[in-house]
């Protein structure tokens, strides 16, 4: 039985939460690492209630209390603070940010002990794969880690052998090589040698339930990694094809010392289940300019000279550096394997803000996500709708204009995009043009005029698997943020000011006008003939976090001021997103605050793809 440690009731193993008095029973497993000569943890290590650590934060549950993990019996706590940080939170925030963090200059990572290290420093790009540290410290007799529990997964011996999938097997050898590359710099390639370190989460992701190193030692030589593999075939019936049997022969023979030409050839294999590969829509730079609110002039000569900017929008691209000739952006490679999806949650809130009196800001999301498995191997499909508009109009009508763009958007959408694929581009349009007039329409029948007519700004994003396609109007935006490019601005304003820039005027002079933060472009106060809204379509290569939101949130550059403090840790699975769109409310209640305030976040995080496989 598990002992809640807050009214003493004692709950089943399973129970995440007490049924009494309804306290989070959050289980960390215990790493007990003795110094030469120590024994492992005994009870005289405890103080009389089984705490493990001085503050009596950790109190160790029974040895029979805690599930076998692969015919072991771990250590497992209860942490009685569950509400409370985690310890290391301020040095895994430094880490995440500071992927090459030097913990021996490091002041946080300093008292640190080393075995944390390899989780710290791989838990931007390796988690799930590598579990969650949540604390560490050291005793004069041992070292202690608290990490997940992760005792109940599936071991990989265990799924190798129930799922006759050849393409499933293709795809954990080769995970088993991004995790040999990744655990190198930090001596734990003995980790994958270890059976009972390798399990597999519920998309069938191969994940380590610790790391093991080995300090002070050379890097394993690859043919360790081919002795394993065999192993695994050895153990029962192999439904690899014989050119990947021979590889692993000849790998665990020293024949090969490639681990390149290992990752080729296992995608050169994986291709002969590859089915045929879908073109997604190309993307289309968005235009830029439209007509305007209360300085209502069209400018869609811009369009009709062919003005044609790059918002460095596209997800594959890279800046040119200072020393690059020219200017603009080029095209590289973000990932030398392409991706599939492997999880995805969101979040949405909105705040009246701090002098509004009502909030005229409105939000919808939906996500679908389905799991499929079959003779090609595992995947997540996805389909999403997350819809944004900031309304205008004052007392209650922009508030009606933006429930009625988000009501018209959402209906018309259900009935023309039902597709495996994102909408194209008219249909997309003639949805805005759908929701535009419905506005209109009520304007035009209330006879109003100028500033008595509602309207709203619009951003919409739409997700079919890794391709999104984005739809704005106004100066409501569109955030990327991923750690090779940082937090990018997806969409640009239609403000007068930003109209200026786009035909030539210098930023400084465009925005000293007194009008130049006036919309140029919004859903109501005009007919479709002076409706252009942006619309683009991008694909993710890399972990993405995808922030839409209000002028209440964007103004004054505060997410651009505060990226490192607010939107960073949002892109790792372990921080929850409810909890960051709550951060970032009150970052904006706290800075802004003129505004109504509104964001949805939207996390996809990926995993290589072994159908997609290419020479």
Known sequence: MLICPFCEFDNTNSQRSCKRCGQPLQRWRVIDIPQAGAAAIAPSDLDLDGYLDCDRRY????????????????????DCQPEADSPLQALQVDWLETPTLNPAEHPLAIPVPPEAYPYLALQADYFPSVP??????????????????RS??????????????????????????????????WQGQATLMTPQRLALNENNLLCLTQVDQMPNRSALPLTALGQMWQSMLDSGPCCLPPQVQSLISNLAEGLVDDLDQVQTALGEAAQAYSPPVEVSPPSRPE????????NLEPDIELSAAGFDPDIDAIFDTQELSDADEGSGLIETPTMVLP???AHLDDAGQSHVGQQRHHNEDWFFTQTQLQKVSGPQGTILRSKGLYILCDGMGGHASGEVASQLAVRTLRDYLTQHWSSDRLPDQSTL???????????????QANATSGVGRMGTTLIMVLLHNLDIAVVHVGDSRLYSYNKRLGLRQLTLDHEVGQREINRGVEPAIAYARPDAYQLTQALGPRGKEDLVPGIAYHELTEDTLLILCSDGLSD???????VDTHVASLLSSRTNLESG??????LANEKNGHDNITTILVRLKLQPDMLSMTN
Not at 287 to 294: G, H, L, N, R, W
Not at 430 to 442: L, P
Not at 581 to 586: G, V
């Open 429 to 443: 349009a003639q949805a805005v043009i759908t929701a535009n007039q419905t506005i209109f329409d009520i304007n």
């Open 339 to 341: 991706m599939k999806l």
């Open 581 to 586: 769109a709550t951060q970032l409310i009150d």
């Open 556 to 562: 004054n550059d505060l997410l651009e001021r505060h």
């Open 132 to 149: 969650e540290l949540h604390h560490a410290w050291q005793t004069p007799h041992r070292t202690l880690l608290l990490i997940e529990d």
């Open 287 to 294: 235009p830029d300019e439209a007509t305007t609110v209360s």
């Open 59 to 78: 109190r160790l549950m029974a040895p029979s209390d805690s599930r076998a993990s692969f015919g072991t019996n771990p250590l497992v706590v209860i």
């Open 152 to 185: 109940t997964w599936l071991s990989l011996s265990a799924g190798w052998a129930v799922i006759d999938d050849p393409l499933q097997h293709l795809q954990w050898l080769f995970e088993t090589t991004l995790l040999w590359a990744a655990l190198e710099p």
